[in-house]
């Protein structure tokens, strides 16, 4: 990543502007990824029973959020969790609200403490069963834990955005959306886009051309088994390439980044996002070189089936470390000033569970 591909990405915006976005996307990222640490640490020490986390997938969710609009939709998974806090629907005390199962709805909007956690929604209703103004909120649809079960939802939300566009009829209805100018962002693990569901929603989506973006998180593994297991070719925009649209007809537009590349990762999704919204053309985005730092989730450990090349190289291109080094190459920042971000961003994750632990 050079200086060159900085400024490109800083064209649009003042350079201190663009070094407060970056700044700011750095402190998020790092908080999100203590979140992931403290989470498991909450786990292992017996304060909560189970902790499935996001980490290792923050920098291509913060450049996702950056295009995500009021009346958007997600349907993702338990890894979303950046996604969440970047769209301002997600606080880390929400976080372990959920991690530790608080019953208070207030405390923890998702469900009351009744799904596991990493299980996300936002609130559709007033207290009183009247509908809120979806097209001025940024809306989850609430995660189940099937995975690839969020694949049909998905279809449905993209497919109402398309049908709010195209039938008059329903410009009344402006508390659901502004003419169908709504995207549908989804998410899943590699390893999942195995599963019949997926396979079935895609091809639905391509039939009928929905505005979905679609990340495929792809970090090589589903939990201990390699891609090479599951995924022929060893990856899903290589097999998906037949709906690849074409002048004159149908499919899809699909494109791949790394995950650890913070300016191609921004470029991606602007790109990505523009064609869903503008064309409702699905977008397939297959994220790669995925790390997953901590495993799969608190009941086991990567070091059992992963080889000690693999954990190194997880190690140099952890996503967070890439943007660190990228924000001292291109000048946006001191080793020193992150240092500060990260020292203060800490204190933050820690004083925001505390509080939690002591109640439950």
């Known amino acids: 990543m050079s200086n060159s591909t900085a400024e490109k990405t800083s064209t649009k915006i003042s350079k201190d502007k663009f070094r407060d976005t970056v700044l700011e996307d750095y402190r998020l990222a790092y908080m999100s990824r203590e979140t992931s640490y403290l989470g498991r640490r909450e786990v292992l020490t017996g304060k ?8 290792g997938k923050e920098l291509p969710q913060i450049a996702l959020a950056k295009q995500f609009r009021d009346g958007d939709f997600r349907s993702g998974y338990y890894r979303d969790q950046t996604i969440m806090m970047a769209i301002g629907q997600l606080t880390i005390q929400q976080f372990f609200a959920q991690l530790y199962a608080h019953t208070d709805v207030d405390a923890e909007p998702a469900s009351a403490g009744r799904s596991m956690n990493g299980h996300f929604g936002t609130r559709s209703l007033n207290e009183d069963g009247s509908w ?15 995975t690839a079960g969020q694949m049909a939802r998905l279809l449905g939300l993209g497919q109402a955005s398309k049908v709010y566009r195209n039938n008059k009829a329903l410009a009344s209805f402006t508390k659901f959306s502004n003419k169908g100018n709504e995207v549908a962002f989804g998410t899943i693990g590699d390893a999942s886009t195995s599963e019949g569901p997926f396979w079935e929603a895609i091809n639905a ?8 973006v679609m990340s495929v998180w792809d970090d090589g593994q589903g939990i201990s088994v390699p891609k090479k297991y599951q995924t022929t070719k060893e990856s899903i925009s290589e097999i998906l390439k037949g709906f690849q649209r074409e002048k004159g007809s149908n499919g899809f537009e699909i494109l791949k980044v790394r995950a650890w590349d913070y300016p191609d990762l921004v470029e991606t999704y602007e790109k990505a996002t523009k064609i869903a919204r503008e064309e409702h053309c699905p977008v397939l985005v297959h994220v790669e070189e995925v ?25 140099e291109y952890c996503c967070v470390k890439k943007f660190k080094e990228w924000i ?14 990260e020292k203060d961003g800490k204190k933050e994750v820690s004083a925001h569970s505390e509080p939690l632990g002591q109640l439950i």
């Open 132 to 146: 809120k103004d979806l097209t001025k909120m940024k809306n989850s649809s609430s995660d189940i834990s099937p």
């Open 291 to 315: 790390t997953q730092p901590q495993g799969h989730s608190t009941s086991g450990s990567h070091e059992r089936y992963k080889s000690k090349e693999r954990l190194e190289w997880e190690t």
């Open 205 to 212: 989506m391509g039939v009928l051309q929905v505005p979905v």
């Open 328 to 341: 001292i190459e291109n000048k946006l920042a001191t080793a020193e000033e992150l240092e500060v971000i």
């Open 48 to 55: 909560a029973k189970f902790g499935i986390f996001g980490d």
